[in-house]
Nanobody, 116 residues
């Protein structure tokens, strides 16, 4: 079955960096675009970034443009989110996502907390 397992979250000071990873299994990873979403307390889940199948095209929410980079390694069935210049507003649970055959698949999420 489809599995998405995120890792790499944690506590970081403002201005710091983190790299999230999402290990995928149970489907043909290289055939699907992959995305990262996040959900802050009391807020709706929002799309952060998307990468196309071969990784040649990416899209970002305006709030993270220039600070976050999404990438993928199809040989490792893994998608990454490099987050730089983090601010407290980036505090959220970050979720890996794949939209496949009209179904949204989600990981369990990884907590990112930006605080001094």
């Amino acid at each position: 079955q489809v599995q998405l397992v995120e890792s790499g979250g944690g506590l970081v000071q403002p201005g710091g960096s983190l790299r999230l990873s999402c290990a995928a299994s149970g489907f043909a990873f290289s055939r699907y675009a992959m995305s990262w979403y996040r959900q802050a307390p009391g807020k709706e889940r929002e799309l952060v970034a998307t990468v196309t199948t071969a990784g040649r095209s990416t899209n970002y929410a305006d709030s993270v443009k220039g600070r976050f980079t999404i990438s993928r390694d199809n040989g490792k069935n893994t998608v990454y989110l490099q987050m730089n210049s983090l601010s407290p507003e980036d505090t959220a649970v970050y979720y890996c996502n794949c939209y496949m055959t009209s179904v949204q698949y989600w990981g369990q999420g990884t907590q990112v907390t930006v605080s001094s």
